[in-house]
């Protein structure tokens, strides 16, 4: 059925617009006018704009919610995508509700018709193919709505960690660069004309100043060519490892990592996805090619019979925390559930690990930049102070 790109006007003079599939244009006009929309533009979609749009997790995870409510109250399926559709604000989630319900009246599956609209991640798709066969589709979008908020809670958590000190550096940084390549050298000339030997700082710093104002373009466009030909020329598992390896915040990377993929495991696992599937889709959320390839390695192994507790101890810098709950949650019935207890501790040992990290982080950048700025003002201080003497 052919979708068709809508612009207009409700019934209060708000602007609207958004797709909606329909037989015929005459019928989406029908369809609109039902629903007190004016439209002032309505062509066929091409279905290439889908493309342009990226859906947020929160989005998501609001629109699953209201799906989940919309047929608990004994909405189909396909009236309550066209339900939501009107009451979005995104264009990528409505043209997405839009093409899936348009796939689901072509005679596909809900999971199928998702994956047509190219704009949902694969690891709801894997879950509501499950929840389909055991007739549980309603409490697994709920519980997938709640991953969604929790994942994007705890990734603005470690924004919001990393902005302060990094701010905090840009602005010492571009401070620094004024003063050494516009003030200092200004000032200083006039300490250059009086032929008298200058201090050694005021040497050091003059230099410094000149050769930053001569050469800092240069030395941008080094960097940058250097950055770039690093990324091109380094395969991106060496990337990846390295990464790993970072003193302090390498550890915290991987614990980062870890909890994603217990969360994803859990959600699959208690959402009955086969384990093998369920690891195959939670290798998905891990982005480090390194990890990725031993956690293929962990599905191999768990599909020629071996424990997951067991295949998971081949895997360099695996946490004997997360080993534990593993073979725990196999020996209990209960893994999905000891999953989810270790992902929640990780996520509170991580922001513990970064409150720690940027509590030593930031008086450390000032201090640093306080020596630095110090250095700056004394070397421009030393030569006024013994102005009189180079006068002489």
């Not at 909405?75 to 839009?98: I, N, W, Y």
């Not at 250059?192 to 040497?203: A, Q, V, Y």
């Amino acid at each position: 059925m052919p979708l068709y790109e809508y612009k207009g006007y409700n019934s209060a003079g708000k602007g609207v617009s958004g797709v909606l599939d329909a037989p015929s244009r005459s019928e989406a006009f029908t369809r609109l006018k039902a629903r007190s929309i004016h439209p002032s533009h309505l062509a066929e979609d091409s279905g290439a704009a889908i493309k342009k749009f990226r859906i947020k997790k929160d989005e998501l995870a609001f629109t699953l919610e209201q799906l989940s409510t919309l047929l608990h109250a004994g909405l189909p399926l396909t009236q309550a995508l066209e339900s939501l559709s009107f009451q979005v604000e995104s264009e990528g989630m409505k043209r997405a509700l839009a093409r899936t319900r348009s796939s689901l009246q072509e005679g596909l599956s809900f999971p199928k018709a998702l994956e047509e609209s190219r704009a949902f991640p694969d690891l709801m798709i894997h879950l509501i193919e499950s929840a389909e066969a055991v007739g549980a589709l309603e409490p697994v979008l709920t519980r997938y709505a709640g991953f969604l908020r929790t994942e994007a809670d705890f990734t603005r958590k470690l924004l919001a960690s990393l902005t302060y000190p990094l701010i905090i550096m840009l602005a010492c940084l571009g401070l620094l660069i004024f003063m050494l390549t516009y003030i200092s050298p200004t000032l200083l000339e006039i300490f250059g004309t009086l032929k008298k030997t200058l201090p050694l700082t005021t040497r050091i710093l003059m230099g410094t100043g000149i050769f930053l104002r001569v050469s800092l373009p240069y030395i941008v466009v080094l960097i940058v060519i250097a950055v770039f030909v690093f990324v091109r020329m380094v395969p991106r598992k060496t990337m990846d490892r390295l990464k790993l390896r970072v003193p302090v915040l390498g550890n915290i990377y991987l614990q980062v990592m870890l909890t994603r993929w217990s969360q994803t495991l859990a959600l699959l696992h208690a959402g009955g996805v086969s384990m093998v599937k369920a690891l195959a889709a939670s290798r998905e959320v891990l982005d480090n090619v390194y990890l990725q390839e031993y956690m293929l390695k962990v599905e191999e192994e768990v599909e020629r019979g071996k424990s997951l507790s067991v295949a998971l101890s081949a895997v360099p810098g695996m946490p004997d925390l997360l080993l534990q709950m593993t073979e725990t949650g196999e020996r209990s019935g209960e893994l999905d559930k000891l999953l989810n207890s270790a992902a929640e501790f990780y996520q509170k040992d991580i922001e513990r690990r970064l409150a720690v990290f940027l509590a030593v982080l930031e008086p450390a950048l000032i201090i640093g930049m306080g020596v630095v700025v110090g250095f700056v003002v004394i070397s421009i201080l030393l030569p006024i102070f013994d102005l009189n003497k180079l006068i002489k």
